[in-house]
């Protein structure tokens, strides 16, 4: 009787009481995030609306298949959450220009992530051994673009194109050259590290000449293209896939989108193929951040971001720092640092004491191993959701520049800390969990 007791009463203690440690940890996340200035290109911070949202009690309900096609009962509810999810997706992703509107035919936002958005894209028409085109790891690419330690490079055969080595740029002629000669099944396009505009038109001709289907992947620019800043692939890829946290800035997740003839197709290899039951709280928080996608303030945030990371770039360029491509159409940059006597690890170390999180990346035709590189990726989704603008984003500019010319200097790097330091004060993430572990835990 006594146990019975206790253990009901422990579902109904907070977090802090039951488990301190993990408590302890998730502060500790919280005071990291508003201490360090996040220069990370794929990271963010979610709004309340979504992080209630994710931890709801829908992570409760088991929904294996789809709205109004359920394995379980009681669906009623979820059913609603996802089928809002899908909805906006389509809003929000519907191409509409002066002169055409292009229907988003069918969403899927069950897939965990953006890797298995990839996974199920792939398998849902393809056969293990298949020929995949994508972009190449080292040139910006995803590990799922058919890297051979990625399921990608696993189960197909791969083919790689790459930027040119003078320009930076995409070689549209050379990949044409390589899909003429590989006769790939599906060409995939987007990159984690590629700062330029991609040529939707080009790849969906390539693809056409050689008989392949084609994939857009814009895990990392879908904010973006939300917000009609980057063209929309919507008129040209056979799928879309993407993850839903990075400039969209919605829950960690992915979404894949395709024509009708590919529907079931996709929906089957999520649901039964590769995953099981689907993560409806996650998806609630999907269709949350899909509703904010859809405002003014967030298209302004897009635009915000890629104004910042032009800030960031120019300022960087005019201290003398080499960018890949010689500059960004978008929200990241490249940074070579082979003229500043300073690998690309090193730089990662220096600027994580100083408050400043990025992370080194290998430059294409890096002669450096991935642990080490001749690159840093800097990227603004974060700082710009924090508030940051052009005054900031210059000083942020210094900030590093002054941290990678005289690292050992302690006094210097005292002064950087305390300029990080200061920038946090005055720009706090805001972040639901800070006035949760106040107020509520
Ligand atoms: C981040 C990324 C992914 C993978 O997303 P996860 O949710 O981390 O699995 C896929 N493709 C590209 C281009 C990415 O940048």
């Given at each position: 009787?006594?146990?019975?007791?206790?253990?009901?009463?422990?579902?109904?203690?907070?977090?802090?009481?039951?488990?301190?440690?993990?408590?302890?940890?998730?502060?500790?996340?919280?005071?990291?995030?508003?201490?360090?200035?996040?220069?990370?290109?794929?990271?963010?911070?979610?709004?309340?609306?979504?992080?209630?949202?994710?931890?709801?009690?829908?992570?409760?309900?088991?929904?294996?298949g789809y709205p109004g096609h359920r394995y379980y009962g009681g669906c009623e509810f979820v059913d609603i959450v996802e089928s809002l999810a899908i909805q906006r997706a389509k809003d929000l992703f519907e191409l509409r220009s002066a002169n055409e509107t292009v229907a988003v035919d069918h969403v899927n936002v069950q897939v965990h992530s953006g890797s298995q958005a990839n996974m199920a894209a792939y398998l849902s028409i393809l056969k293990p051994g298949d020929r995949i085109l994508g972009m190449n790891l080292n040139h910006?690419?995803?590990?799922?673009?058919?890297?051979?330690?990625?399921?990608?490079?696993?189960?197909?055969?791969?083919?790689?194109?790459?930027?040119?080595?003078?320009?930076?740029?995409?070689?549209?002629?050379?990949?044409?050259?390589?899909?003429?000669?590989?006769?790939?099944?599906?060409?995939?396009?987007?990159?984690?590290?590629?700062?330029?505009?991609?040529?939707?038109?080009?790849?969906?001709?390539?693809?056409?000449?050689?008989?392949?289907?084609?994939?857009?992947?814009?895990?990392?620019?879908?904010?973006?293209?939300?917000?009609?800043?980057?063209?929309?692939?919507?008129?040209?890829?056979?799928?879309?896939?993407?993850?839903?946290?990075?400039?969209?800035?919605?829950?960690?997740?992915?979404?894949?989108?395709?024509?009708?003839?590919?529907?079931?197709?996709?929906?089957?290899?999520?649901?039964?193929?590769?995953?099981?039951?689907?993560?409806?709280?996650?998806?609630?928080?999907?269709?949350?951040?899909?509703?904010?996608?859809?405002?003014?303030?967030?298209?302004?945030?897009?635009?915000?971001?890629?104004?910042?990371?032009?800030?960031?770039?120019?300022?960087?360029?005019?201290?003398?720092?080499?960018?890949?491509?010689?500059?960004?159409?978008?929200?990241?940059?490249?940074?070579?640092?082979?003229?500043?006597?300073?690998?690309?690890?090193?730089?990662?170390?220096?600027?994580?004491?100083?408050?400043?999180?990025?992370?080194?990346?290998?430059?294409?035709?890096?002669?450096?191993?991935?642990?080490?590189?001749?690159?840093?990726?800097?990227?603004?989704?974060?700082?710009?959701?924090?508030?940051?603008?052009?005054?900031?984003?210059?000083?942020?500019?210094?900030?590093?520049?002054?941290?990678?010319?005289?690292?050992?200097?302690?006094?210097?790097?005292?002064?950087?800390?305390?300029?990080?330091?200061?920038?946090?004060?005055?720009?706090?993430?805001?972040?639901?969990?800070?006035?949760?572990?106040?107020?509520?835990?």
């Amino acid at each position: 009787m006594q146990k019975l007791k206790s253990s009901l009463n422990t579902r109904n203690m907070s977090l802090k009481e039951t488990d301190p440690q993990i408590f302890d940890a998730i502060e500790g996340e919280i005071r990291r995030e508003q201490d360090k200035i996040v220069l990370i290109a794929s990271e963010n911070y979610v709004s309340k609306a979504v992080l209630e949202a994710q931890g709801s009690v829908l992570t409760n309900k088991y929904a294996e298949g789809y709205p109004g096609h359920r394995y379980y009962g009681g669906c009623e509810f979820v059913d609603i959450v996802e089928s809002l999810a899908i909805q906006r997706a389509k809003d929000l992703f519907e191409l509409r220009s002066a002169n055409e509107t292009v229907a988003v035919d069918h969403v899927n936002v069950q897939v965990h992530s953006g890797s298995q958005a990839n996974m199920a894209a792939y398998l849902s028409i393809l056969k293990p051994g298949d020929r995949i085109l994508g972009m190449n790891l080292n040139h910006g690419g995803h590990l799922t673009h058919g890297s051979k330690v990625n399921f990608s490079g696993l189960l197909f055969e791969n083919g790689y194109y790459g930027v040119d080595p003078d320009t930076g740029h995409i070689d549209y002629d050379k990949l044409r050259a390589i899909a003429i000669g590989f006769r790939p099944k599906m060409i995939v396009a987007g990159a984690s590290a590629y700062s330029r505009t991609l040529d939707f038109q080009r790849f969906h001709d390539i693809a056409q000449e050689v008989g392949a289907y084609l994939l857009v992947d814009i895990a990392h620019i879908a904010g973006l293209i939300a917000a009609g800043i980057h063209p929309s692939p919507i008129a040209y890829a056979d799928f879309v896939t993407s993850s839903t946290h990075k400039t969209l800035r919605g829950p960690r997740g992915g979404m894949v989108m395709c024509k009708g003839a590919y529907a079931k197709a996709v929906d089957k290899m999520v649901f039964p193929g590769i995953q099981g039951g689907p993560l409806m709280h996650i998806i609630a928080a999907k269709a949350v951040a899909f509703k904010e996608a859809l405002t003014d303030d967030f298209r302004q945030y897009q635009h915000n971001i890629v104004n910042n990371a032009k800030t960031l770039c120019n300022a960087l360029i005019a201290r003398g720092y080499r960018i890949i491509s010689g500059g960004t159409d978008n929200h990241l940059m490249l940074v070579d640092l082979r003229n500043k006597a300073i690998t690309g690890k090193e730089a990662d170390d220096v600027l994580y004491k100083v408050g400043i999180t990025v992370n080194k990346n290998t430059i294409p035709y890096d002669d450096k191993p991935p642990t080490i590189t001749s690159g840093i990726r800097l990227g603004t989704p974060a700082v710009t959701t924090r508030g940051f603008s052009e005054p900031e984003m210059l000083e942020v500019a210094d900030i590093i520049d002054n941290c990678l010319t005289t690292p050992s200097d302690e006094h210097n790097m005292e002064i950087q800390r305390q300029r990080v330091r200061a920038l946090c004060e005055r720009f706090p993430i805001q972040q639901p969990g800070a006035t949760w572990s106040e107020k509520e835990l």
